[in-house]
């Protein structure tokens, strides 16, 4: 048993997402990775141009030692023609 941490939903309900790494820090095995507009926002923006810091995100997980799951969640119109 484990926890499932999803930024973006913590982020639109007003939430620090970092700080929801450090609490369940000893629990976390998924981290769903998303940038919302923000609180109340029901839809997913690039990462960056919402309000979900997706690096203090990624430094928290750094700092816990993290081995879990990482989903991202990208529109279909955001996925790179190129690489």
Do not use: S, Y
Not at 12 to 35: F, M, Y
Not at 46 to 65: C, E, P, Q, S, Y
């Amino acid at each position: 048993m484990g926890a499932m941490l999803d930024v973006g939903q913590m982020a639109a309900c007003g939430q620090d997402p970092v700080d929801a790494v450090g609490r369940l820090a000893l629990h976390l095995k998924i981290v769903h990775l998303k940038d919302v507009a923000g609180a109340g926002a029901e839809h997913n923006v690039l990462f960056g141009h919402g309000v979900v810091n997706i690096r203090a995100v990624m430094k928290a997980l750094r700092a816990t030692d993290f081995k879990g799951w990482l989903p991202l969640t990208i529109r279909r119109t955001e996925i790179p023609t190129r690489m």
